[in-house]
Antibody
Framework: EVQLLESGGGLVQPGGSLRLSCAAS????????MAWVRQAPGKGLEWVSS???????VYTDAVKGRFTISRDNSKNMLYLQMNSLRAEDTALYYCAKYGSGTFIYYLDHWGQGTLVTVSS | DIQMTQSPSSLSASVGDRVTITCRAS??????LNWYQQKSGQAPKVLIYAGSNLKSGVPSRFSGSGSGTDFTLTISSLQPEDFATYYC?????????FGQGTKVEIK
């Protein structure tokens, strides 16, 4: 059974940094595109970043230049390095796996999320 | 960016009702439209992908239709476990964008 387990969230001051981790099981992260999606308290879903099997990465404009998505195939892990954090980055961050299919893109497995709070 | 607008933002319905949620994209999105269900305190779960494909394991009372800019999620007979918030999401272009959500509540 596919499982995704996020960790690394917490309380950080504005301008600070955090690294989120996502441990994957029952599949190899290097074979699938992976994504981070966030949800501010009481709000909707916002896609943050994706990492493709080719090594290509994409980001939403709001985090470009501040966040870096990466992958460790040997550990079967996905990461999100978050720098220069702002209050508006406060959210529950989900790790998610893309579904299978040629030119069909959707998120078919999600973790339970890790909460990031940016506040002084 | 492609903006996604769902309607209604919320609705009240009874068990057994037929429920329809619409999603409009600000520009052509082909059939690259997915629907997710999120129950309180849980992660989202995909119901429909690529416009009309029912994800394995999802009850057949859920269906999706549409292409281009107008899409619909239909629940043919609402069940108690269907009370949740539903989100559409386009995967036609980057950045991926979600609708604001439709909360389905018990009447």
């Amino acid at each position: 059974e596919v499982q995704l387990l996020e960790s690394g969230g917490g309380l950080v001051q504005p301008g600070g940094s955090l690294r989120l981790s996502c441990a994957a099981s029952a599949f190899n992260v290097n074979n699938y595109a992976m994504a981070w999606v966030r949800q501010a308290p009481g709000k909707g879903l916002e896609w943050v970043s994706s990492f493709f099997p080719s090594g290509n990465t994409v980001y939403t404009d709001a985090v470009k230049g501040r966040f870096t998505i990466s992958r460790d195939n040997s550990k079967n892990m996905l990461y999100l390095q978050m720098n220069s954090l702002r209050a508006e980055d406060t959210a529950l961050y989900y790790c998610a796996k893309y579904g299978s299919g040629t030119f069909i893109y959707y998120l078919d497995h999600w973790g339970q999320g890790t909460l990031v709070t940016v506040s002084s | 960016d492609i903006q996604m607008t769902q309607s209604p933002s919320s609705l009240s319905a009874s068990v057994g009702d037929r429920v329809t949620i619409t999603c409009r994209a600000s520009q052509n999105s082909g059939t690259s439209l997915n629907w997710y269900q999120q129950k309180s305190g849980q992660a989202p779960k995909v119901l429909i992908y690529a416009g009309s494909n029912l994800k394995s394991g999802v009850p057949s009372r859920f269906s999706g239709s549409g292409s281009g800019t107008d899409f619909t999620l239909t629940i043919s007979s609402l069940q108690p476990e269907d009370f949740a918030t539903y989100y559409c999401q386009q995967s036609y272009g980057n950045p991926w964008t979600f609708g604001q959500g439709t909360k389905v509540e018990i009447k």
